[in-house]
């Protein structure tokens, strides 16, 4: 199965670390968030401790809550990180947790921050979702020279997904669930979980697979007669989420009801939106709808 890890910050507390490093194979620690100077002020409260009782005794590594919106601010975030995390020992990468991004600047936020990651000596690394990088939001191959690790749920029940919702690119560690169950933490069914790809984090081998990205949605723009546009949705929407509709270039009742279906696993997958996939855009779907 791999190696299984968790990722926990200030809203892990209580925890019984003895029992912890019995139950998984590394722990990616949240050092802080922002881009503010101030001292101690973006610092996660539990950082210390959470280093304290897990240092030496299962492989750590670190990410750092992105709030950066302007170009130099993936850069001021390293450096706060990076203040954070000063003298301490981290076996896996320094991660960039690009997950609450609206803007345009956040291909240039993540090259900043790998950029200086790298020039304090620490290995960089980036976290972000699936369907940003399907979507074209973030351009992952502009970072590929950092670990890539990636948050794709499925029905997000603690399980594994099946190889549907596993990210079909190359990356290092992909976090499966944010419903997990870990002995020793007692958000038991909050618990962020996490499955190594890549050993070579860990033995310093580079052993990750390349494997291609899997393709963005085709676009409706262009539904003139003649065109194949349809069809290569209607194939796409089979493919990625086993709808069984008829490619017949036609944007009929099924394949609507096939996208709307498709949005509210995505909803699922991304915002723990916990939907029952129906077809049918409700009131609660319309809740769980991010502005």
């Known amino acids: 199965m791999g190696k299984i890890g968790i990722d926990i910050s200030t809203y892990d507390r209580n925890i019984n670390y003895d029992e912890l490093v019995k139950n998984v194979d590394f722990v990616i620690l949240r050092a802080g968030f922002g881009v503010s100077y101030l001292p101690n002020q973006q610092k996660d409260v539990m950082f210390e401790t959470h280093y304290k009782n897990l240092s030496g005794r299962v492989p750590l590594g670190v990410y750092y809550y992105a709030y950066g919106k302007r170009p130099g601010d993936g850069t001021k975030e390293a450096e706060n990180c990076l203040r954070y995390i000063e003298g301490k020992t981290f076996e896996l990468p320094i991660y960039y947790d690009l997950e609450d991004h609206t803007n345009e600047n956040i291909n240039t ?30 351009n992952i191959d502009a970072v590929r020279d950092s670990s890539i690790w990636i948050a794709a749920y499925g029905k997000n029940d603690g399980n594994i997904p099946s190889d549907t919702f596993k990210p079909n690119m190359e990356m290092d560690i992909w976090q499966y669930s944010s419903a997990g169950r870990v002995n ?68 009929g009742p099924q394949t609507r009801f096939a996208l709307r279906k498709a949005y509210q696993e995505e909803l699922n997958r991304s915002y723990n939106g916990k939907l029952n996939v129906d077809g049918v855009v409700g009131p609660l779907t319309l809740e769980k709808t991010p502005i």
């Open 109 to 138: 936020l993540a090259r900043e921050w790998v950029d200086k990651i790298r020039q304090a000596g620490r290995k960089p690394g980036i976290y972000t979702y699936l369907h940003w990088i399907r979507s074209g939001k973030i």
């Open 184 to 251: 020793g933490n007692p958000r038991l069914g909050h618990t962020d979980v996490n499955l190594l790809i890549n050993d070579g984090l860990l033995t310093g081998i580079e052993t990750r697979a390349v494997a291609p990205i899997a393709s963005a949605a085709p676009s409706m723009a262009n539904t003139n007669g003649g065109n194949e546009v349809i069809r290569e949705i209607q194939n796409w929407l089979n493919a990625t989420y086993g709808v069984g509709i008829a490619a017949d270039n036609l944007v």
